[in-house]
C-alpha cells in the first residue's frame, strides 16, 4: 500500500484465512488476481495454488503464532512464511518476543534473549531482510479494533486478560482500514463445523462481524456458494 499513488485508484485486496472451505474452491486466480493479498500463520500455499492462489504481499503473524504454526503444519508443508520480493512482514505484537524478533530481523542478529533466544530471523524471513520487509501494527490500533469492533463478552469474566481478537481478525480488520475494496477468502462463515474452543478468542462474535459488514457492502465474503 506504500505504493498507493502509483497504483490504481481503487486498491483491491483478497484477505486469505486458513479456512477448510477453501478446499476445493478454485479460487486461486480469483485471490491473486488483487491488487494486494494478506496471508496469516499457517500460510500454505505450495500444491493448493488453485485454491488459494500463491501471491503473498503481506503476511501477518505474532512470534507465538508464527512458532505454533510452523509446529503444527510442518507435515503439511510449513516450513516458513512466504518469501517474495512482492511479501512483506506484518508483527501483530502481543509479547516481547514479536519485539525482540524484529530487532534482530532489523540488525541482521540472533534474538539477543527471551524465549526465542540464539534464533537467527532468516530461519524465518530468509536472507534478505531490508528495513522495508517488515511493518508492526502499533498496539493502539489492536486495541481500537477490540474495543469498537470485537468487544467480547469474555471481557466481562475473570479470563478477560486472556483476550484478544484473533490474528486473522485483526489482519482482515487492518485490510479494511486500508484498501478501498476487501474480498475475504477462508473465513468462518455460518456453516462452519466444530471449531477447536480458544478461550483467548471469541470465533462466533468476529462470525457475526463479518457478516454485518458483508451486509453492508463493506466487505464481500466468500461462502462456498455460487457467485461468492
Excluded at 55 to 80: E, I, M, P, Q, W
Aim: positive net charge.
Amino acid at each position: 500500500v506504500d505504493s498507493r499513488q502509483a497504483a490504481a485508484p481503487c486498491v483491491r485486496c483478497a484477505v486469505v484465512g486458513n479456512g477448510g472451505i477453501l478446499n476445493g474452491s478454485r479460487a486461486g486466480a480469483a485471490i491473486d488476481a488483487h491488487h494486494l493479498v494478506f496471508r496469516v500463520n499457517g500460510a500454505i500455499t505450495a500444491g493448493f495454488e488453485g485454491d488459494v492462489g500463491n501471491r503473498t504481499s503481506f503476511y501477518v503473524f505474532s512470534t507465538n503464532t508464527l512458532v505454533n504454526a510452523l509446529g503444527s503444519y510442518a507435515a503439511d508443508g510449513f516450513k516458513h512464511p512466504p518469501r517474495s520480493p512482492e511479501t512483506r512482514y506484518v508483527f501483530l505484537p502481543d509479547h516481547d518476543r514479536d519485539y525482540l524478533l524484529l530487532r534482530a530481523a532489523l540488525t541482521h542478529q540472533r534474538v539477543d534473549r527471551g524465549r526465542d533466544k540464539g534464533v537467527w530471523p532468516q530461519e524465518f524471513f530468509g536472507e534478505d531482510l531490508r528495513a522495508d520487509k517488515f511493518r508492526m501494527l502499533h498496539p493502539d490500533f489492536i486495541r481500537y479494533l477490540r474495543n469498537r469492533f470485537l468487544r467480547s463478552d469474555i471481557l466481562a469474566t475473570p479470563l478477560w486478560q486472556l483476550y484478544r481478537p484473533s490474528t486473522g481478525a485483526v489482519m482482515l480488520l487492518a485490510a479494511i482500514h486500508t484498501c478501498d475494496e476487501v474480498s475475504a477468502f477462508g473465513f468462518m462463515t455460518p456453516g462452519y463445523r466444530e471449531v477447536q474452543f480458544y478461550v483467548n478468542h471469541d470465533l462466533k462474535l468476529e462470525m457475526r462481524l463479518w457478516q454485518r459488514l458483508q451486509r453492508s457492502g463493506l466487505l464481500r465474503l466468500y461462502t462456498g456458494t455460487e457467485g461468492t
